[in-house]
């Protein structure tokens, strides 16, 4: 088993809780460790701080699994960790249930299984491995997650990690191909065909937010970025009159329409296919006002060299949203970079809403649900971002 040493400096973090070995935190490398082999983490006085498998050629080249000496990394360990994760979904968070049987399964650092994400729709699972540890035992994952989670099906979603080595498509790993994932959520049902399925499928981390939108929306809601309308159906369950969904993907609002038909509410929720750069200022150049505006674009800061360009986008797109809003309405806005702060994002916010000529009160901040665990201290993990403002 190879051993990590870091460099004087370093260790604090890591000591703190934090899972992430960076390339430049260490100091020299025993042993000749493969990608994918596990190997210890110590400091320079050779005290022992972890073990995680090693992936060579990225910039975070041990992410832990493990601060337990005593403890083998092997693939009994991996199963261990992946039975607590079943357990704290089932027992604590009470998931699947007669109303909710689409959720996270495993999410990856919080739950010790760095590199694996795994989200189950009904019948149906979907991994993702990102890290050359987690693909060197994908077989065998595959059949436990298969076993915890009580699926017929485990999909392999598609992975483009070159640091890794990992260059996968969708694909079975037990079970059959089905067309679609079937699943429910608040008891709503959705059957989401693969060709418009985004990373495991399904945005799952905003359900608390899908769920807080339904309580506080009324009158004319417009939904941008809706995807396939996960925010705008929850808030045409709500004291709405009506709701209108927005995105640049046909098939995606194709599949939202059908869902609110599905759901008995195809009555009050339209979609339109447009690209929200250019239809949110047209929608301010013709005065329109709404009751609530839900603005959820997709990940503007992939990595912090995305940061300025980020900020300047959030600045422009709340400023946008402000001026749809009616006096006294609800602007409900979201972000899913990790690599922008939630006070930096407050601050984008707030500069945008300022620039539309209104003021912004907090109502409630959100952040992504009770099954997407993550360390204290790992910030990293806590990406998500939603702030629900009036807006006077």
């Not at 339904?214 to 808030?235: I, K, N, W």
Request: hydrophobic fraction near 40%; glycine fraction near 10%.
């Amino acid at each position: 088993m190879g051993t990590v040493t870091l460099r004087s400096g370093h260790v604090q973090p890591v000591y703190a809780g934090h899972p992430w070995i960076y390339e430049q935190a260490i100091a020299r490398v025993d042993g000749a460790p493969a990608a994918g082999d596990p190997v210890r983490v110590i400091d320079p006085q050779s005290n022992y701080l972890g073990s995680g498998f090693w992936s060579p050629k990225s910039a975070i080249p041990v992410r832990l699994v493990t601060r337990a000496p005593e403890e083998r990394l092997d693939e009994a360990a991996l199963v261990r960790r992946l039975e607590r994760a079943a357990t704290f979904r089932r027992e604590t968070l009470r998931f699947p249930n007669d109303e909710t049987n689409g959720y996270r399964l495993v999410n990856a650092e919080g739950d010790s299984l760095p590199g694996l994400v795994v989200d189950v729709y009904g019948d149906v699972a979907v991994a993702q491995f990102r890290t050359a540890g987690m693909k060197r035992h994908e077989d065998a994952l595959a059949a436990q997650i298969a076993r915890v989670a009580h699926v017929k099906t485990v999909l392999g979603a598609a992975a483009s990690v070159s640091n890794e080595g990992i260059e996968d498509e969708h694909r079975v790993l037990r079970g059959n191909d089905p067309d679609g994932l079937s699943f429910r959520e608040r008891g709503l049902e959705w059957s989401i065909p693969r060709s418009v399925t985004q990373k495991t499928g399904y945005y799952f981390d905003q359900r608390e937010n899908r769920a807080h939108l339904e309580q506080l929306a009324t009158g004319r809601v417009l939904d941008v970025y809706s995807f396939v309308g996960g925010m705008g159906l929850a808030a045409a369950r709500g004291r709405t009159e009506h709701v209108t969904c927005v995105d640049s993907s046909a098939i995606a609002i194709a599949t939202g329409a059908a869902a609110a038909e599905h759901n008995g509410l195809g009555a009050k929720v339209r979609f339109e296919k447009q690209d929200a750069k250019k239809h949110l200022p047209e929608l301010v150049r013709r005065g329109e006002r709404y009751d609530v505006v839900v603005l959820d674009p997709p990940k503007l800061a992939p990595t912090r060299r995305h940061l300025d360009s980020a900020r300047r986008a959030y600045v422009q797109l709340n400023k946008l949203g402000a001026q749809l809003v009616s006096s006294g309405g609800l602007l409900v806005t979201c972000s899913c970079s990790a690599a922008i702060a939630p006070s930096d994002f407050v601050r984008a916010v707030n500069e945008g809403v300022r620039g539309a000529r209104r003021d912004g009160i907090l109502v409630a901040l959100g952040g992504q649900g009770p099954d997407h665990l993550t360390p204290l201290a790992f910030s990293e993990g806590r990406y998500l971002k939603t702030l629900f403002l009036r807006i006077e």
